[in-house]
């Protein structure tokens, strides 16, 4: 079946301008995650979302970075006033049901980059 | 909070010699341990997991085996291939379901 998908793969951007980052979860997914990976780092969890709703936001960097999950599958990773130091890779994963024992499926990630 | 440590990289290693990538965790509680890789180009992918202590994860000729007293998940492989080229991510998850990543490392096998 189809895997986890992110769009676009990568983004270019000036600094101070609004982007938007989009996931689709394996199909039947409850649990979604994003984090973020900067070259040569292991990723960095971001936010999680159970359903429609964010179960844990401790790893967003400040309020520019928000994310919603309006229907409990795409979600969208929006970041405003962005700044060079957001640059990197921006992941997305999906789990079954979000338990201690369940296997995160990674998309390819979208690159971002602000000049 | 909690953290994981793995070997730095670059490992290099002639085909079908023997790896070991060592990986120890600090963790409340007892976590799920697993090992991710990210071949060149492509997106991160499970290679194996353990749930509970003691419990040995496999696949592909990679082994490793959860163990609480050390604290570690040493990832092994008795003969690598050319193939096992990649970046190694030793992880956990912690009490809020999150993976908590090492900062990686780079394996690269020479013909």
């Known amino acids: 079946g189809a895997g986890v998908s992110q769009t676009p793969s990568n983004k270019v951007t000036e600094k101070g301008k609004y982007v938007e980052l989009r996931c689709d979860p394996i199909?039947?997914?409850?649990?979604l995650y994003w984090y973020r990976q900067s070259l040569g780092q292991g990723p960095e969890f971001l936010i999680y979302f159970q359903g429609t709703g964010a179960a844990d936001d401790s790893g967003l960097p400040n309020d520019r970075f928000f994310a919603v999950r309006p229907e409990g599958s795409v979600s969208t990773l929006k970041i405003q006033r962005t700044e060079r130091g957001d640059s990197a890779v921006y992941l997305c994963?999906?789990?079954?049901?979000?338990?201690?024992?369940?296997?995160?499926?990674f998309g390819p990630g979208t690159r971002l980059t602000v000049l | 909070g909690d953290s994981v440590t793995q070997m730095e990289g670059p490992v290099t290693l002639s085909e079908e010699a023997f790896l070991t990538i060592n990986c120890t965790y600090t963790?409340?509680?007892?976590?799920?341990l697993f090992w991710y890789v990210q071949y060149p180009g492509e997106g991160l992918q499970l290679l194996l997991k353990?749930?509970?202590?003691?419990d040995k994860g496999s696949n592909k000729g990679f082994e490793a085996t959860y163990r609480k007293e050390t604290t570690s998940f040493h990832l092994e492989k008795g003969s690598v291939q050319v193939s096992d080229s990649a970046v190694y991510f030793c992880?956990?998850?912690?009490?809020?379901?999150?993976?908590?990543f090492g900062s990686g490392t780079r394996l690269l096998v020479r013909p």
């Open positions: 994963a999906s789990s079954p049901d979000g338990g201690r024992t369940d296997t995160q499926y």
């Open positions: 353990a749930t509970k202590a003691d």
């Open positions: 992880a956990l998850m912690d009490s809020s379901y999150k993976l908590i």
């Open positions: 963790a409340t509680g007892y976590p799920s």
């Open positions: 199909s039947g997914h409850t649990a």
